[in-house]
């Protein structure tokens, strides 16, 4: 469902090649999830975009679903993207001038009409917890809540693999938790394949499979 081989990253810096993932391999179920720890400046970050398709890797191979994103480009990888991905990050990167439902809308609006989106939108928002907070902006909204907006947004096209990079990490321990909480849910009976980068053991707990990233490699799983 989803499988990556001998992921290697490199970015070339003024004093020569800095190697940030030398051999990563790992590969999850439908319906499988798992954490990433690991040392800030680890890497958790690149093989996170890297397996989302929003950096390619400098050597490797790449599956999701049935599809080698690694040979896509331009238009075709955006659409590949959109439909196939879902992303949470630390901070909630929603638009301040949008609603809460507009923003969960926002990845639907990319190619075909698609007439059902907005009662997919308001069924994920009830789901989060926000049906009373459909027209409120993101400045109109605890931290938790925009969070959990977020996780609607990331969730809106139905994607088969939803990455998750700190997404508690700017929020105190309870809301965190709650937080945690509805992503076990949301994901619980679902055959997406979601992977949470996280700092805290507490989050990492929640997971039967957990790797670290240590020297370029994962370790555990
Ligand atoms: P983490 O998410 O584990 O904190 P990152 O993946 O963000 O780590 O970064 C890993 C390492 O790669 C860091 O040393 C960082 O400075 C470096 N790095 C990240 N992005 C780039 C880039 N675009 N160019 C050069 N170095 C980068
Ligand atoms: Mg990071």
Redesign the pocket.
């Known amino acids: 469902m989803l499988s990556a081989r001998q992921i290697r990253k490199t970015?070339?810096?003024r004093s020569g090649g800095?190697s940030?993932l030398v051999d990563v391999s790992l590969e999850l179920a439908a319906g499988e999830s798992a954490a990433i720890m690991?040392?800030?400046?680890?890497?958790?970050?690149?093989?996170l975009n890297i397996l989302g398709t929003l950096e390619p890797p400098s050597s490797g191979t790449l599956l999701i679903g049935d599809q080698e994103p690694l040979w896509l480009e331009g238009d075709a990888l955006s659409r590949f993207r959109n439909r196939a991905i879902g992303f949470i990050f630390q901070d909630h990167h929603l638009l301040p001038q949008c609603s809460a439902l507009e923003n969960v809308l926002l990845p639907t609006l990319a190619g075909e009409t698609d007439a059902a989106a907005p009662d997919r939108a308001r069924d994920l928002l009830a789901r989060v917890g926000l049906s009373e907070r459909l027209d409120h902006r993101p400045a109109e909204l605890s931290g938790g809540e925009r969070q959990r907006v977020a996780i609607a947004r990331a969730l809106i096209n139905k994607p088969r693999v939803l990455l998750a990079?700190e997404p508690t990490g700017n929020l105190d321990r309870k809301t965190a938790d709650t937080v945690a909480e509805l992503l076990d849910e949301l994901h619980a009976g679902s055959d997406f394949v979601m992977i949470v980068?996280t700092h805290s053991p507490a989050l990492a707990s929640r997971y039967v499979r957990r790797w670290e990233?240590v020297d370029g490699r994962l370790a555990g799983g």
Do not use: A, I
């Open positions: 970015y070339p810096t800095l940030v690991g040392p800030s400046g680890s890497g958790k970050s690149t093989l990079d980068v990233l």
